[in-house]
Nanobody, 120 residues
Framework: QVQVVESGGGLVQAGGSLRVTCTVS????????MGWYRQGPGKQRELVAS???????QYAESVQGRFTISRDGARNTVYLQMNSLKPEDTAVYYC??????????????WGQGTQVTVSS
């Protein structure tokens, strides 16, 4: 059984920083692409940032230069460091991972989400 667990959300003032963490556990061969999505009030879920097992990263234009994604392969953990936060960054942040295991070559898993609220 695979578990994807996020932590680190919270309330912060505009201009502040937060780091959210996602750890994947269970029996699988590898975590390939790992990423963060977010869904703000009344909005569709959108990609924030992703990182491959080889270290290639991708960012949404709205967070470029403010957010940094990184991963610890040994711990199957992905981080999202968020700096210079804006009220429009307020959303539930979801971790998404692409796993390879004995049951599939590429399976998509989601965490339960962590709330990030930025006050003005």
């Amino acid at each position: 059984q695979v578990q994807v667990v996020e932590s680190g959300g919270g309330l912060v003032q505009a201009g502040g920083s937060l780091r959210v963490t996602c750890t994947v556990s269970g029996r699988f061969f590898s975590a390939d692409r790992m990423g963060w999505y977010r869904q703000g009030p009344g909005k569709q879920r959108e990609l924030v940032a992703s990182i491959t097992s080889g270290g290639s990263v991708q960012y949404a234009e709205s967070v470029q230069g403010r957010f940094t994604i990184s991963r610890d392969g040994a711990r199957n953990t992905v981080y999202l460091q968020m700096n210079s936060l804006k009220p429009e960054d307020t959303a539930v942040y979801y971790c998404n991972v692409d796993l390879r295991g004995s049951w599939c070559d590429s399976c998509d898993y989601w965490g339960q989400g962590t709330q990030v609220t930025v006050s003005s």
